[in-house]
């Protein structure tokens, strides 16, 4: 039965992935909402189709501040789903690192979706990025990053690279940050326990085509997602606080989750 389900939802998505490609390329050469927009109806949908999931819990919904101010939302990575999952519920751009552009049709998805692309290993280049976001940010633009670089099992989080963070802290004025857990905590409406929870991450040496297999093949998933307080402007005094800061909050929020 999880076969088949595998079967169709893989045959869903790439007719609904060729239908939303020109849709995009078109959207991406005017300068309408729209162009916004549709990513988040794209992602609304493919999160649809594959099954997954949402529990958003607001943990500070008396902080949403003024909408002229960017926010930059922080949050682990556990899987290339975890995109899937912000981008359906955040009106948000991703950061992330270069490679991300050359892994065929999902790095194709990522550019027209407007993701911004770094170079990690290139320490020069990473300080003209943070003032390129940090500009965008400073006009109301929203960008979600993943701080540790790489990809986790899902039970706990990786060290956090606080030079992904130097956007964060240019304007306090005009910039917001915001914490994000990202916990895969059911499947089939069953807790996973840690084991299960790595079957569906993207570690290792597994390929996009395995980990997309071991998720389909694993039966509808739900993903809890808690979107912690905005972090104060003490706080963002420095980008090592910051980093210490949103990782603390988030490894605190992940592991309520898998206690709960």
């Known amino acids: 039965m999880s076969t088949v389900r595998a079967i169709l939802i893989i045959i869903s998505l790439t007719f609904f992935i060729i239908a939303s490609i020109p849709i995009q390329v078109f959207l991406n050469f005017t300068n309408t909402k729209y162009k916004r927009k549709f990513p988040l109806f794209f992602y609304k949908s493919v999160k649809a189709i594959i ?15 003024d909408a002229s101010q960017g926010i930059l939302y922080v949050a682990n990575h556990v899987s290339w789903f975890d995109i899937i999952c912000l981008g359906s519920i955040l009106n948000a751009r991703f950061i992330a690192k270069k490679e991300v552009a050359s892994m065929g049709i999902f790095g ?15 320490k020069n280049r990473i300080v003209e990025y943070n003032k390129l976001i940090n500009e965008k940010l400073k006009n109301g633009e929203n960008f979600i990053i993943f701080p540790e670089g790489t990809t986790s099992d899902g039970n706990g989080v990786i060290q956090f690279k606080s030079s992904l963070l130097q956007c964060a802290i240019e304007d306090t004025n005009s910039i917001k940050v915001r914490p994000i ?5 059911h499947k089939n409406n069953i807790k996973m326990g840690l084991y299960e929870r790595r079957f569906v991450s993207w ?3 597994t ?3 395995q980990a997309m297999q071991n998720f389909l093949l694993t039966g509808p998933v739900t993903v809890t997602i808690l979107l912690h307080s905005f972090v104060s402007e003490e706080i963002l005094s420095s980008r090592k606080t910051i980093t210490k800061y949103c990782q603390e909050t988030i490894l605190e929020g992940l592991n309520k989750v898998i206690k709960i």
């Open 51 to 65: 099954g997954l999931h949402i529990i958003k819990k607001d943990l500070d919904k008396s902080q949403e501040g």
């Open 108 to 122: 194709l998805l990522s550019t027209l979706s407007n993701t911004v692309y770094i170079d990690n290993e290139n």
């Open 203 to 205: 570690v290792g040496d």
């Open 181 to 185: 857990s990202i916990c895969y905590s």
């Open 207 to 209: 390929n996009m085509v």
